[in-house]
């Protein structure tokens, strides 16, 4: 059984949890009153000795709060988000934390607005400079600069990521960028000893080792990983290691043990130690910045030591209750950062699963059972998880722990005698290098990586059930043998149920509909095509991917929860061209590359569909699926449309994937009248840079009778079709057509 | 006399191991310093064929100085930097300060005309040569696009300098 007595502050936090997560829901529920009500309702009850209905009134009303607390409070009247969008104007504001820098000539920071074109606003910013010389900024500095004010945008596709819901959640609702140059610092604060403290310890490390090396100390210890190169970044994650390179339990539990050993031997007493140590701790928190994770084991270290420092046992569950509570309330949107979640869940599941002695096999089952607390969290977020981790951890925790200690150890040194900071740096060289060899070990390990469908709410909670009664039926087999069984029972239903329901996209679809989604992916085409027999092939085109890596964040996670693993066939219309952003086949590989030469004996049959190919260079192809057909023209040249027309290929089509974003001279009259299509499809960047879809191109879809569909304002087009009737959605505008394709029957 | 307990012994010894071992690698990598590079160097990956496209990439993004790069949830940016200030910039930094004043016919121009354009190298160059000779003269600047190796991107950053007749 849960003894919620021994934790009284667990059913808050998940209370207001709960208020947060339903917030959009519960808001319209009166949420003030229905407090209001339910806080007078628990006073009336306790005083009437009615305790268990007091507690319910209790939960009710706390809940209330979290809806309170989880509903964005409106915009102030002043606010740049008020502001006509896009705009370019003069912008003051002040530095607020940090700057990022994301990339080679590139800077990103957050800038709370304190006017815009002279009048006074207020709001806060993402600022990104490109290029230029930007001036040395710290934080608290305050900047003025002509920036181009834009709404953020992200690309909006069937379980993508939504990047302006992000920004929104942490209270960003303009996005602006600039030259480099055009920002100028109004002062030049000295920057806040937190500032200074951080950048002098990864100067230290700078100057010790070389420049990988002291990018992995600079992640381990103050979880700066900026500049660590992406290639040993994606080994950590594949190997399941990840962790260690944020700051979290690890670290905070490191620096106060490290302080409370070096102390209690110096003979300093027992509760001078602990109070050393929570300062350190605080210090250590306050240096490294208010990440969740950051913030909940400090918290829980400062109970813990707080604990010892009055002679009383800590319960860390409380201890973890109360972590969240404080972080909740102070900012509830960490609810939904995947930081927040795994940090949580991670140390739940340490905590409450049982682990047995022994060295190794204790570490193992730690591993263990962080991995199984967060496997719904990395599914849900990032479609993967590490099943070589818990393997992974036992080399790996052992020696960040090892480098984090002397790394800490130089860190502080550095600020008192540097040469003895460069020594420690030099021993925890070896050790780094030994991490990094396990990390890329470990991930050169075949399917050491899986990626799924992201499970959905139901499996989640199953998921959490199962685990949860499986600990308890765990708990109960010594004195209730009998109930055990039931429970565990209860338990294998819950997690068959978790698996069945998470494995659910990756079984076969009822055949006979053919689905061709367009993805929103800025200028340039991605197309998923899901035959009517099942698997899926991609159609990349548009050389200009404008984000590297555009295609492979949103193209690889619509597949992977589509439950498409695995490609039946790639074509990419440009064969030769620059291989930007293209779809990483690391990732999703695929059985076949289809190019002109894959069409050389004529249409080929896929999956219950005839793909032909009405061009060679670049690779223009035809789908036809009962009275259905689809005509993909992603970079076809104005030469390549009028040879076409002049050949009579057989370009009529239901569906055109309209050529080359809607560019000015795309899509001509004669082509338009050739291919007479009732649906067009403009794959275009929104406020991409080229000025696509061209307004007289539109016109030009239109008057051939199309009805247009565009990425950038429908996000990613959907069409599905049985061979009879088509159906077109736009995800994002929520557009939606119906069309009879057979004019003899009424359907 | 016990001046000092165990675990304080072993501390002062431990962190005198771990300055002393210190000692030992930064004398070794000053002596080997060749060997240390290549063990710093052990898990970064010559660039394979995906990442020689990131590699190219980066190249563009260098040019560009606009195209935004990041690691997740950084799926932002559909911004960038207003296409005056990018074409500005691509002559500033493209390394080729001898950018014709005038623009080039890409349907006359010789290829060493069209190596000195932003963004054009040799090898480009002489791929939009073979592109003209094999496929006819381009029907416009769009047209570019059907040389191998010249996106959006590099088609836009070109129609400044370029004209086709």
Redesign the interface.
Known sequence: MIRWARMPLAPLALAFAAGIAFAPWLSAWQPWTVGAVATVATAMLAFAGRIRAATLALLAAVIAAGVIRGTPPPLPADHVAHLEAPI?AEVEGTVVGEPAR?????LRMLLDVTRVAGQPRSGRI?L?L???RPPDLVPGQRVRGEL?L?R????RNPGG?D?AA??ARRGIHV?????GDALTGLDQPDAAWRTRVKRTALAAMDGAL?P??AALLGGLLLGERTAL?????D?FRMAGVYHVLAVSGFNVALVAASVL??LT?ARVGPRAAALGAGIAVVGFAVVVGPEPSVVRATVMGVLVLGARLLDREASVLNGLAFAGLAILVARPTDLFDPGFQLSFAATLGIIVMPHPHGTIAGALSVSLAAQLAVLPITLAH?NQFSMIGPLANLGAVPLAAGATV?GL?GASLAFVVPG?A?????????IL?GL??V??GAAAVPGALVHLPAPSGLAIICYAGGLGLTLAAWRQRVDQPRRAIGTASAAAVLLAGAVGLGAGPLLPRPEGTLRISALDV??ADAIVIEPPAGGAILVEG???A?????ME??VAPFLWNRGVLRLAALART?P???????T???QIPAREIWTRDSFRDGPRLAGGMLVSAVSG??LILRIDYGRASFLLAG?A???TE?GLVAAGSPVGATVLLAP?HG????STPAFMRAVAPTVAVVSV??????GHPDAETLARLTAAGARVFRTDRDGAVLLETDGRVLTVAGFASGARERYCLDPEQDC | MNLYTRPQLALVLGFALAAGAGYGVAVWRRAYPDLAGRLEQFDRRAPRDASAGRALAALTVETNAAEPSDARPGLEQRERAPAAGRMANARARGGRSDVPPEPVDVNRASAEELARLPGIGRTLAARIIETRDAGGPFASVDDLRRVPGLGHGRVEQLRAHVVSE
């Open positions: 370019v994301p990339g080679r000539g590139r993402q990104s490109f290029g230029g181009r834009v953020p945008v992200g690309f990521f990047y992000y920004l996005a602006a960028t600039a030259r070389p990988a090396s190169p992406p290639e040993i970044q080994a050993a070096v031997l990032f002397l150890l003895m460069d020594l420690l740096f030099n021993a925890a060289w070896p290098l990094r060899a990390a890329a800025g200028d548009g050389s200009g404008h984000r590297l890596d555009a964040r949103v440009q030769e061209a620059e291989a930007t952003g293209r990483d086949d690391r260079a670049p970079d040249s104005v030469a009028r080359r560019a000015r001279d795309s960047g929104a406020r991409g840079a080229h």
